[in-house]
Every structure is written in structure tokens, then in C-alpha cells.
């Protein structure tokens, strides 16, 4: 079931963002008076799932059965449809070749400003319904749990992170640390580790890893019961609701981590542990099943131990918000790809298909999470075809622009080249980017 839900989830993501886009490029097309053949969501060779051409209409609508995208055929213009028997004749007013630059500058910029304004009203709207809600880095007081590649990178279960470089972090939301990390690339990371500040080198070969592991940081927590299910291995101990399990066997395990770490270790054993209430100091002695597990309900609210921020918006202050937050999105992702597109780095080991994109959607339907990952997907859409890659928009744009300069237009056949030369790129990058994919599967 889970899997379907994520399935759903990329699908109706993916399909909004195509069609906001191309709806771009429609828009802009048909105010210049230039005709639109095709609008398409998802790709259509050799036949089309759905298509309709309404009455006194030139555009044919319709849904293909490919689902790697979708375009807006537009009259005179040499796409990728790669359609050149429409280019033999003498340019119609309505042809996209007909129109001045600045028109078609316009008509291919359309797609990428529709996902950056899609973008920042999503944002807008979330930032307006749901508000902002995360743990700083200054009140991650039991630190961070870290996985084995921050452990390699240099840092501890518990470190509190202090800075990179001379920036300091701590008023950072915790779960931006590894972006930012990515992002700033800092030759030096300041922790404190204990009551002793240490400072360690970090290694820029560690970017691509860093790219390729979500979530190398979690927050620290203390073991606090909750209750002691009557069904529980440890129904009959001493164990009360509010005791706080700070040692097992005489280890510290000041967090939750710690406590399962150890119950680990001591699978089908009695373990002495040792439990904070507010009356003093016990030792309790506790039975561990199979699976390390000592069968007792945490507390779940974790406000009751750390300090979680939470900022509200009105509805005119979400939108100037929603922008900031698009711009601070996109200036980091425009960082990823330049990682991404240098070979020391090894970044583009990284890059992904729809089958990533799913993974970052959850297996449960949440709408705010549905809404922040859409919104996320619309600018890295609206940056990505912004590249001046021939086949892409950003491609089409830096020729038009060139042409407003130099007042020479690329003749057709330049353009039919250029556009075969992207589209063999494109094809490049998604057999880069599915075959990440499939090694990732069965890595």
C-alpha cells in the first residue's frame, strides 16, 4: 500500500508541474497570437491514451502514455517533435518564427516562470495554513545521533554543532545541518563534544556520499516511559509513567539511541537499569526480549525535553515569505548542480529518476508534505530547464537572446542540429539517472 501512495503521490506531483508548465509556454504563445498545435501532459509516440481538438480550435489536447514529461507544440518551431516539414514553407504570422525576439524570448521563458510562481504560492499557502515548525540547533540539547557516514566524516553521537567555518549554525534548523553542509562546503566544523569544543577538517570527498545519504543527523532525545502495556514482557516491574532510563547496566545512555543501543547488546537478558523520577534515583531490573525490546510506550511530545520553534504567518506576510523561501531552495540547488556537473566530486553519482523522486515521497498521505516536496520539485523544474542545454528552454533562451544582440537569427538548420545534439544529452542524462537509480535498488 505504501508503495502505491507514493506512486500516487509523484504521479499527480509531476503531473501538475508538467502542465503548469507548459501551460507557461501556451500562455505566452497564444497572447502573441502564435498558434499551438499540440498540448500534451506526458509523451504520445505512435498513440495517444486520450485527445480532443474542441470546436473552431487549432490545439489538439491530450494524455500520452509516457510519462517523462509533456509538451506544448508550438506552430513553427522547431521542438522536440523534430517536426521540419512545417519549417519548408514560406513563415505564416502565426509561426513561432514569425514573431520577434522579445516575443519569443517570452514564450520560452513562460514554463520556467509558471513553476517559480507555482512555487512560491505553494509555499505562500503552506507557510499561511501550516506555518513553520523545526528545532534549532542551539536547542538540540542531547545533541545529534549521527550514521555511519557522519561518524566517518568526524562527528559523535551527542555532538552539539556549533559553526562551519567561522559561520555559526546554532540558530539553524537542525535538519537543513547536511544541506548546509553540501552548500557551504566549510574546510573546518566546530562541535561541542562534551563540555570540550573541538573543531575537525572536513573532507571534500565526502560531497558525493553526502548527496547520495539522506539524513546522515537525528535528533538526540531522552528514554522517557510513557506506560507499560499490560501486554509488555515488563508489566510487573517498577517501571511508572514519567521515569527517565539514564543508564543500563551501569553505562550512561543519556538518549533514546543510547537505551536501544545497549538493549541491543543484551538481547534475552535481565538488565539493571537505572531510572530518573522525580522522587530520586532507582535501579529497576528489566527483561529484554528477542528483539532488544523491553516493551514500553515513550512519551511522544518531544516539547516536553527540547525547545521547538514555531513561527505563524498571516496571509500577507506568507506570500513575501514564500518567496524568500523559494529563493534560498533554488540558490542551494543551483550549488547542487554545480557539484553535480564537476567530475572531482564525483557528484553525479547522485543524480536521479522518478524512482528517487518517489523515495522522497512518505509511504502515509500527508498533504503539507505533499505540498513542500511539489513546491520543492517546481523550482529544482523551473532551474533545471533554465540550463542553457540545447533541447531545454534555457537552450532556445540563450539563441534568442544572441539574436537580440547580434541581430542575426540561427538559421533552421543551427537550430534543427542544436536541438538533436540536447536531445541525444537529455537521453544521456536520463540513462545516468535511472541506471543511479536501479545500482541504488540493489546496492
Known amino acids: 500500500m505504501e508503495v502505491l501512495i507514493k506512486i500516487a503521490q509523484v504521479v499527480l506531483a509531476l503531473s501538475l508541474l508538467i502542465l503548469i508548465h507548459e501551460f507557461g509556454h501556451f500562455l505566452f504563445a497564444r497572447l502573441f497570437k502564435i498558434r499551438v498545435d499540440k498540448f500534451y501532459l506526458f509523451f504520445n509516440p505512435w498513440f495517444s491514451l486520450v485527445k480532443f481538438k474542441p470546436k473552431n480550435s ?3 489536447y491530450g494524455i500520452g502514455w509516457l510519462p517523462l514529461g509533456g509538451y506544448c507544440k508550438i506552430s513553427g518551431m522547431i521542438d522536440e ?13 502565426w509561426e513561432f518564427r514569425s514573431k520577434p525576439a522579445w516575443q519569443r524570448f517570452f514564450v520560452m521563458f513562460g514554463g520556467v516562470l509558471f513553476n517559480i510562481v507555482l512555487a ?14 523545526y528545532i534549532s540547533t542551539r536547542d538540540a540539547v542531547y545533541g ?3 550514521n555511519e557516514l557522519a561518524c566517518e566524516i568526524g562527528f559523535r553521537n551527542g555532538d552539539r554543532i556549533l559553526a562551519f567555518d567561522d559561520r555559526s549554525v546554532e540558530n539553524d534548523p537542525i535538519h537543513t545541518l547536511q544541506v548546509d553542509l553540501i552548500r557551504t562546503r566549510p574546510a573546518v566544523i566546530t562541535v561541542l563534544r562534551g563540555d570540550d ?3 575537525f577538517r572536513f573532507d571534500q570527498q565526502y560531497i558525493p556520499e553526502l548527496l547520495n545519504t539522506p539524513g546522515i543527523f537525528n535528533i538526540r532525545v531522552p528514554f522517557v516511559v510513557s506506560s507499560v502495556p499490560d501486554t509488555s514482557i515488563n508489566v510487573s ?4 509513567s514519567g521515569d527517565r532510563i539514564t543508564a543500563i547496566n551501569g553505562l550512561n545512555t543519556p538518549a533514546v539511541q543510547d537505551v536501544q543501543e545497549a538493549l541491543r547488546a543484551h538481547t534475552n537478558q535481565t538488565i539493571l537499569a537505572t531510572v530518573t523520577r522525580e522522587d530520586g534515583v532507582v535501579e529497576v531490573p528489566l527483561v529484554v526480549n528477542s528483539e532488544g525490546m523491553i516493551q514500553v510506550a515513550l512519551v511522544a511530545d518531544l516539547t516536553q525535553f527540547i525547545n521547538v520553534t514555531q513561527k505563524t504567518y498571516s496571509f500577507f506576510g506568507a506570500f513575501p515569505a514564500g518567496i524568500q523561501k523559494a529563493y534560498h531552495i533554488g540558490a542551494n540547488y543551483v550549488k547542487e548542480l554545480g557539484l553535480i556537473f564537476s567530475p572531482k566530486t564525483e557528484a553525479y553519482k547522485s543524480v536521479g529518476s522518478f524512482i528517487a523522486i518517489g523515495n522522497i515521497f512518505p509511504g502515509t498521505w500527508n498533504w503539507e508534505i505533499f505540498w513542500n516536496i511539489t513546491a520543492w520539485l517546481s523550482v529544482m523544474l523551473a532551474i533545471l530547464n ?3 542545454i540545447p533541447a531545454l528552454d534555457g537552450g532556445h533562451i540563450v539563441l534568442v537572446i544572441y539574436e537580440m544582440i547580434t541581430r ?5 538548420k543551427f537550430l534543427e542540429y542544436s536541438q538533436m545534439a540536447g536531445m541525444v544529452l537529455l537521453l544521456g542524462l536520463m540513462f545516468l539517472a535511472f541506471g543511479n537509480d536501479i545500482i541504488r535498488l540493489f546496492s
Do not use: H
Request: contains cysteine; aromatic residues 6%.
Open 81 to 93: 517533435s523534430m517536426d521540419k516539414e512545417q519549417l519548408k514553407g514560406e513563415p505564416k504570422p
Open 144 to 146: 545529534v545521533q549521527c
Open 197 to 199: 569544543t573541538t573543531r
Open 386 to 388: 533554465i540550463l542553457p
Open 237 to 240: 516491574s517498577l517501571l511508572r
Open 120 to 133: 512560491i504560492i505553494l509555499y505562500g499557502i503552506i507557510l499561511f495554513s501550516w506555518g513553520e515548525e
Open 408 to 412: 542575426r537569427k540561427p538559421s533552421d
Open 58 to 60: 487549432d490545439t489538439e
